[in-house]
T-cell receptor, first 113, second 110 residues
Framework: EADIYQTPRYLVIGTGKKITLECSQT?????MYWYQQDPGMELHLIHY???????EKGDLSSESTVSRIRTEHFPLTLESARPSHTSQYLC????????????FGSGTQLSVL | DAKTTQPTSMDCAEGRAANLPCNHS???????VYWYRQIHSQGPQYIIH???NNETNEMASLIITEDRKSSTLILPHATLRDTAVYYC???????????FGRGTQLTVWP
């Protein structure tokens, strides 16, 4: 099974706080992704990375930022959380290739009060 | 990525085959068809993918029409644990993204 981990699983935080959502994978995958999903809605790609020192913005504009200093680690940071950031954040990874499949973590449910 | 169209919801009796349709009439020649599912509050799980030929694995079968404008995911013997949202995606991950729509909510009843 996939070895991709997200922490925390749930996070409740006040407005204005800085937060970092962690995502790590032990599969040596080159590519990593962050998706945002509201209940019953589609997943929106907000960031992705092709490898170390590579980061790209996704289809949905996001106030979050990401970094890729190590292959296995792809953290997402919000400098100042707002209630509009309340959502589920899903991290995924894949091997670079013609038809690689995505492996997803269990997600972080973020609630900003 | 090509746009896909799926029914909003379907149901199926336990033990019966579940056939989930997907239309992708604008799919281009180098785009694959992927199926994922998402059980409540978890990350999506890969099921199967294909380009032109029909595919089968331990989870499901994928039937792609000859013109590649539609496909069907078949769960041969649905169980209660197959209750989930199923996403059909037409795309090429090498471009950096796959578009997950709202999918089909499959409910398997006893």
């Amino acid at each position: 099974e996939a070895d991709i981990y997200q922490t925390p699983r749930y996070l409740v935080i006040g407005t204005g706080k800085k937060i970092t959502l962690e995502c790590s994978q032990t599969m040596g995958h080159d590519k990593m992704y962050w998706y945002q999903q509201d209940p019953g809605m589609e997943l929106h790609l907000i960031h992705y990375s092709y490898g170390v020192n590579s980061t790209e913005k996704g289809d949905l504009s996001s106030e979050s930022t990401v970094s890729r200093i190590r292959t296995e680690h792809f953290p997402l940071t919000l400098e100042s959380a707002r209630p509009s950031h309340t959502s589920q954040y899903l991290c995924a990874s894949s091997l670079f290739g013609a038809n690689e499949k995505l492996f997803f973590g269990s997600g972080t449910q973020l609630s900003v009060l | 990525d090509a746009k896909t169209t799926q029914p909003t919801s379907m149901d199926c009796a336990e033990g019966r085959a579940a056939n989930l349709p997907c239309n992708h009439s604008t799919i281009s020649g180098n785009e694959y068809v992927y199926w994922y599912r998402q059980i409540h509050s978890q990350g999506p799980q890969y099921i199967i993918h294909g380009l032109k030929n029909n595919e089968t694995n331990e989870m499901a079968s994928l039937i792609i029409t000859e013109d590649r404008k539609s496909s069907t995911l078949i769960l041969p013997h649905a169980t209660l644990r197959d209750t989930a949202v199923y996403y059909c995606i037409a795309g090429t991950p090498t471009l950096g993204r796959l578009y997950f729509g709202r999918g089909t909510q499959l409910t398997v009843w006893p």
